[in-house]
């Protein structure tokens, strides 16, 4: 009976594992997302309305070119976190780390800047 109850704990706690996994994986995809439609949008301003500032223009392009570059990173590190959970997971050995979920708040934080110094620069 002990056996079972630790195996089905075992269980739900890599069913946690992959959750979370997936949803940086959403969370990545997203970035990317909005990187593609930001270097895009900038395509589309210097096409439709003509005589439009350069600067906006690759201003656009290298901020997504920046946020698909970090969703990228992003998908790297979710899935490097996904994978040492579950061996600590199967080695009994898990211990809560916090450096990669920083690492990423600072990094939505920069970019979050980053859009911010674009909306204004491109007014």
Do not use: C
């Amino acid at each position: 009976m002990e056996k079972e109850k630790f195996n089905q704990s075992k269980i739900t706690d890599h069913m946690a594992n992959e959750r979370t996994y997936l949803a940086w994986v959403r969370t990545g995809i997203a970035i990317i997302a909005l990187g593609f439609v930001v270097a895009k949008f900038g395509i589309i301003i210097k096409e439709l309305v003509p005589g439009t500032n350069q600067t906006s223009y690759h201003l656009s392009t290298a901020v997504g070119v920046f946020l698909v570059i970090s969703g990228g990173f992003l998908q790297i590190m979710a899935m490097r976190s996904f994978i040492i959970n579950k061996k600590s997971i199967e080695n009994e050995t898990f211990h809560p780390r916090s450096a990669a979920e920083m690492l990423t708040g600072i990094l939505i934080i920069l970019m979050a800047g980053l859009i911010v110094a674009y909306m204004l620069l491109t007014l």
